[in-house]
């Protein structure tokens, strides 16, 4: 039962193989299907891991993997479509290499840096954003989705800089870095 999480966030890497596939494919209804099959199953494997106390070694490196990577691949699909441009896809791409790099560093120092509610609230909106996209590429309506993408970046960024505070200001203490 331990290893459920797991193989959920295991089923969310290979959602990203079929989410670019039906993409190439100009089957943008299915995608939504498949990104939200992806969320959906994000939401259950971290209830679980958490209720049940199933969390692993392997399932600290799958989960954000998983989450990383079907981000990154909607984000290169929308703008190999011209849905959004060059810069939310740099953005993104930078502030997670950056944050990977810099918790690995921390990693290696024993400290764990936890996601916050900056961070929620980010993926939150780029749900959102995302959600509204299929819905102006699907059925051409509301064509304001790029007002979430900004507001998805702009918590992001300062997610970004509240984890750096969060790691100056408690540094090595427990080696925990709760939100």
């Known amino acids: 039962m331990k290893q459920i999480p797991n193989i959920l966030s295991t089923f969310r890497l290979i959602l990203v193989g079929v989410f670019v596939y039906l993409f190439i494919n100009k089957q943008y209804a299915w995608c939504l299907a498949v990104y939200l099959t992806a969320f959906a199953t994000d939401i259950l494997d971290g209830y679980l891991a958490r209720k049940h106390n199933w969390i692993t070694n392997a399932g600290k490196v799958l989960d954000p993997l998983a989450d990383k990577l079907m981000l990154f691949a909607v984000l290169c699909c929308f703008y190999s479509i011209r849905e959004i441009p060059l810069y939310v896809l740099l953005v993104v791409f930078i502030k997670d290499f950056v944050m990977i790099v810099i ?5 290696s120092k024993k400290i764990v840096v936890y996601a916050d509610w900056f961070g929620k609230i980010a993926t939150g909106l780029f749900f959102l954003a995302i959600i509204l996209t299929f819905i102006h590429i699907i059925w051409g309506a509301l064509g ?22 969060k790691t100056l200001i408690k540094k090595q203490g427990n080696g925990r870095i709760d939100g």
């Open 103 to 107: 918790g690995s560093i921390l990693y």
């Open 144 to 165: 304001f989705h790029l007002y979430f993408y900004w507001l998805a970046m702009a918590v992001a960024v300062v997610s970004f800089f509240h984890y750096g505070i």
